[in-house]
């Protein structure tokens, strides 16, 4: 085992953007832990040891075998004291008493499942809270609890929402939109991406960048797409988001999860018939014959495509991590617009995401490698 821990942490960068994580999670039973702790966290708003939790699973993610015992882990990035207590605790005793204490914890449990419906955040969740409200039934049967259009959405459409979408579905999504872009404009194009392009069975939505060779057609073809689903009765919600995309801003500092290109969240209704093989994700009950899923459509001028395709395929962590390596290592700026260079004062063109790797001085690392 004095192998084993050489093996593991040989090499093991503390950004996620230099190692390959894929989906084969060796050390499930560590990081469904630390996730529980940021969960809580994040809950609580407390950023500084929120990512510290976030950045030690994102480490032990990408090792080749599991931990065995906490030896293992010395030498290995992003693991401090606080993340150590915990690795010992598992190790000790099979599981860690915060994490346990939190799963059975009312609040606990009571905040995620509001903060698990579209368009309910922590301080919604602790406003519902606070006023006495448990369940999902009793937020929708309150006459006094303010809902917004998202939250009426997301309430109205739980069951389906909260069940993943498989990459079936997810690829007749797909079919449906490209059907509607090219009715539109045959020279548009759409990539998948998010955590299917990751290679992820499952989603929580469908992900997709409309892009047009045309200059600055591209949030007309987005407005256009929308009511096109919305002629077809297939847009059961839609909060578009106007393009607020500025070409000379330089990216900043701080990691911002959004973007300012045009994009819309959407529920669109799937029809079973429009599904190869596996059919709908409904339980058998459920004799519908349709669904209800997330999709995300971004649609950035065609010279940022490579920026929005490196920002929206994830994972979150892989994102923040490489533009903390652009700024930390290599003095420039990232973001899912651009590459700022700060020592030559220019904004760098890409073409592709083996351009923007090539410009940061990383090894490429595929989509499906991005799982940190
Ligand atoms: P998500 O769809 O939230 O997450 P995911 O696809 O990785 O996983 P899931 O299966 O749960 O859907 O976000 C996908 C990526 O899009 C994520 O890296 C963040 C990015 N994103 C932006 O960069 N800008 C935006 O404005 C939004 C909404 C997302
Ligand atoms: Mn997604
Ligand atoms: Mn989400
Ligand atoms: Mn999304």
Not at 200 to 227: C, M, N, Q
Not at 348 to 359: G, Y
């Amino acid at each position: 085992s004095q192998q084993l821990g050489t093996v593991l942490t040989s090499r093991v960068s503390q950004y996620a953007c230099q190692r390959r994580t894929t989906l084969d999670n060796r050390n499930k039973i560590f990081t469904d832990a630390f996730e529980v702790l940021v969960e809580h966290l994040e809950f609580s708003d407390s950023k500084g040891p929120c990512l510290a939790f976030k950045r030690a699973a994102s480490v032990l993610k990408s090792l080749p075998s599991t931990l065995r015992h906490l030896g293992d882990a010395d030498g290995l990035p992003c693991l401090g004291e606080h993340c150590r207590d915990v690795l010992e605790e598992i190790f000790e005793c099979g599981k860690c008493s915060r994490v346990e204490d939190l799963m059975c914890n009312e609040k606990f449990r009571t905040m995620k499942l509001f903060t698990s419906v579209f368009g309910v955040g922590p301080k919604t969740a602790e406003k519902w809270y606070h006023r006495g409200l448990r369940t999902l039934q009793e937020v929708v049967s309150q006459p006094n609890v303010h809902l917004n259009k998202m939250q009426r959405a997301g309430l109205l459409y739980y069951r389906d929402i909260s069940r993943g979408i498989s990459r079936a579905e997810a690829d007749a999504v797909g079919r449906i939109i490209a059907e509607t872009m090219h009715c539109i404009s045959p020279s548009a194009t759409m990539t998948l991406t998010g955590g299917f392009r990751r290679g992820k069975a499952f989603g929580h939505d469908v992900d997709y960048i409309l892009s047009t060779p045309e200059s600055g057609a591209e949030e007309a073809l987005l407005l256009r797409v929308i009511d096109r689903l919305r002629y077809q009765g297939i847009l059961l919600y839609c909060d578009y988001q106007e393009s607020t995309f500025d070409k000379e801003r330089i990216p900043c500092r701080r990691f911002e999860a959004m973007d300012h290109f045009p994009k819309c969240f959407l529920i669109l209704k799937l029809d079973a018939m429009t599904v190869e093989d596996g059919g709908l994700q409904n339980n058998p009950e459920d004799q519908r014959g349709w669904r209800a899923v997330r999709v995300d459509l971004v649609a950035p001028p065609a010279d940022r495509y490579a920026y929005t395709l490196l920002g929206w395929t994830g994972s979150t962590q892989f994102e923040r991590d490489l533009r903390r390596f652009a700024r930390l290592e290599r003095g420039m700026l990232l973001d899912n617009h651009a590459l700022y260079d700060r020592n030559k004062s220019i904004l760098l063109p890409a073409k592709t995401e083996e351009d923007i790797f090539a410009h940061l001085g990383l090894e490429y690392i595929e989509p499906w490698q991005r799982n940190a």
